[in-house]
T-cell receptor
Framework: DQQVKQNSPSLSVQEGRISILNCDYT??????FLWYKKYPAEGPTFLIS?????DKNEDGRFTVFLNKSAKHLSLHIVPSQPGDSAVYFC????????????FGTGTRLQVTL | DVKVTQSSRYLVKRTGEKVFLECVQD?????MFWYRQDPGLGLRLIYF???????EKGDIPEGYSVSREKKERFSLILESASTNQTSMYLC???????????FGSGTRLTVV
């Protein structure tokens, strides 16, 4: 049972435009959410996170939005750059569970010139 | 620079072999994790440990075991490797109370 879902396996965006990656979750106990970025032959690296007490968090070109009622979060990248081409995973956690993360299936972002 | 080091980048093993995947972290993290990454399935948690000699099953523990004798080292053991265990294996660590993981570079295991 996939508790964290990324329904778009891939996304192609032109350089300079906005990339929007989406993630849905089913477990209402999740209260902390993260995005990770993964290049081929490397481990995932942390990108940005958001607590359930917020609905938005920004870090430079990256913004994560959380809609708790819809159990939906999204990652916006503005402007998109070719170096952003990677697989993006969203992840979710329940407080007090030894920081255990449940990951989504991933979205491959391709930023074209 | 903080690190999680996985002993092998690529491994090829035969069906039925016992396989050891090693992971070492130098950040004094309490928590360590083993995930596998498969196309279309994302990252799935196999086992995790929140302290030395402690272990907890993740979502897909069948066919695997783990060992954590020292804080910095977390080993994943495939008791009898099978072809459906061909995958990318990722080790991660984190500090208690902090949700961000540091991942290793992964081990691409092929079972033939």
């Amino acid at each position: 049972d996939q508790q964290v879902k990324q329904n778009s396996p891939s996304l192609s965006v032109q350089e300079g435009r906005i990339s929007i990656l989406n993630c849905d979750y089913t477990n209402s106990m999740f209260d902390y959410f993260l995005w990770y970025k993964k290049y081929p032959a490397e481990g995932p690296t942390f990108l940005i996170s958001i607590s359930s007490i917020k609905d938005k968090n920004e870090d430079g070109r990256f913004t994560v939005f959380l809609n708790k009622s819809a159990k939906h979060l999204s990652l916006h990248i503005v402007p998109s750059q070719p170096g952003d081409s990677a697989v993006y995973f969203c992840a979710a956690s329940v407080s007090g569970t030894a920081s255990k993360l449940t990951f989504g299936t991933g979205t491959r972002l391709q930023v074209t010139l | 620079d903080v690190k999680v080091t996985q002993s092998s980048r690529y491994l090829v093993k035969r069906t039925g072999e016992k396989v050891f995947l090693e992971c070492v972290q130098d950040m004094d993290h309490e928590n360590m994790f083993w995930y596998r990454q498969d196309p279309g399935l994302g990252l799935r948690l196999i086992y995790f440990s929140y302290d030395v000699k402690m272990k907890e099953k993740g979502d897909i523990p069948e066919g695997y075991s783990v060992s954590r004798e020292k804080k910095e080292r977390f080993s994943l053991i495939l008791e009898s490797a099978s072809t459906n265990q061909t995958s990318m294996y990722l080790c991660a660590s984190s500090s208690s109370g902090y949700y961000g993981y540091t991942f290793g570079s992964g081990t691409r295991l092929t079972v033939v």
